[in-house]
């Protein structure tokens, strides 16, 4: 959480201690999460192959939901493209299913431009959106390689952005190079984000215009709420939400500003960050071949994180001893 109080003294405070008040239904929901029963609904098989457009040229063989199905499975099992196709054709085979399944040149061509969240169109977002950005490690040879060819690491580096609801459920994600700075991801996020929301939420990293401008163009109604720099003026109108936002800050301060306007909410996307890196085994880095299939690979990969999160929450009561009361909080 942002602007502690009293940072420089906080080592004294003591450690906070919960107790699982749900551990019985905890331990049977982590049980479940190694169970690997798959299915594929009436709906699906009825969509796998696409409809006609009555386009020039051959059509598609699979249809978008097909392809991503596949990428979702190959991340869930650690699968290279060669085995996600066998995996395939050994479910279809025991579900004894009349469909296809696309062969491994397929997937990885088709999860260029695919259009992404296709399987995540059921849920119901909530009313706040929350943006943050972490950054992701990729490999180039092995050590063996190196020092055999004496080649160089050739390591760099990816940024992931994601936009998370109060429910933290992941609503869109872009993968970008390193100089792609914050501000300039807002604009893709939001056009993945199809259904209306009250209130947009970042860090400072995303103080300035073309973000306001750029929520304000996507939703005209909804509050921004961003920390201004302590070095930060009103504009010349002096009617911006963010004019509002320093004048409060300089009457009220930092602290009051945040509790006002829901800002301490944002460490749901630092949650999710957080909860992307330590399932997904980070430290592993990337794996696909090329950029453009590395961006799908992330965003399968927070998609999968963010439907296994309703696999098990841990609620759990936080004891105050100086307030003599009991807080719940809830663990994913």
């Keep these: 959480m942002p602007y502690k109080r009293n940072q420089s003294r906080r080592h004294k405070i003591e450690k906070a201690h919960y107790k699982v008040t749900n551990w019985p239904e905890y331990n049977e ?3 479940q999460r190694g169970d690997i029963t798959i299915w594929f609904t009436e709906e699906a098989l009825a969509t796998w192959r696409p409809a006609k457009t009555g386009a020039r040229g051959r059509p598609q063989e699979y249809s978008d939901l097909a392809i991503e199905t596949a990428l979702f499975i190959r ?3 650690h699968l290279p493209l060669r085995q996600t196709e066998g995996f395939m054709n050994s479910l279809s085979r025991i579900m004894k299913a009349t469909i296809s399944i696309p062969d491994y040149s397929s997937i990885s061509k088709r999860s260029i431009s695919i259009p992404m969240h296709v399987l995540s169109q059921a849920m119901e977002p909530g ?3 929350i943006v943050d950005s972490t950054g992701l ?3 180039g040879k092995d050590e063996w390689h190196q020092e055999k060819h004496d080649v160089p690491t050739r390591r760099t580096w ?4 994601l ?3 109060e429910h933290h459920q992941v609503l869109a994600c872009v993968l970008t190079t390193p100089d792609v700075g914050d501000p300039s991801a ?3 996020l939001l056009t993945q984000i199809v259904t209306p929301f009250e209130t947009f939420i970042g860090d400072g990293a995303y103080d300035g215009e073309p973000v306001s401008q750029a929520v304000l163009n996507h939703q005209p109604n909804a509050q921004v709420v961003i920390p201004p720099h302590k070095t930060a003026v009103l504009s010349t109108a002096g009617d911006m939400q963010r004019d509002h936002h320093i004048q ?3 009457q009220q301060g930092r602290l009051a500003w945040q509790k006002i306007t829901g800002y301490n909410l944002r460490n749901y996307a630092e949650l999710a960050v957080q909860r992307y890196k330590h399932f997904r085994q980070y430290h592993e880095g990337a794996s696909a071949a090329t950029a453009e299939n590395r961006g799908m690979d992330q965003c399968v990969r927070t998609e999968q994180n963010d439907q296994s999160r309703y696999a098990g929450v841990r609620e759990s009561l936080k004891s105050s001893e100086h307030r003599g009361a009991l807080l719940k909080f809830s663990f994913h």
Excluded: E, M, P, T
């Excluded at 990816?158 to 952005?161: G, M, Q, Y």
């Design 29 to 31: 929901a982590l049980r």
């Design 75 to 77: 991340q869930v099992f």
């Design 127 to 129: 009313s706040l959106v």
């Design 137 to 139: 490690k990729v490999y």
């Design 158 to 161: 990816r940024k992931l952005h």
């Design 163 to 165: 936009a998370i609801d």
């Design 186 to 188: 807002v604009a893709d």
């Design 248 to 250: 409060v800050i300089a």
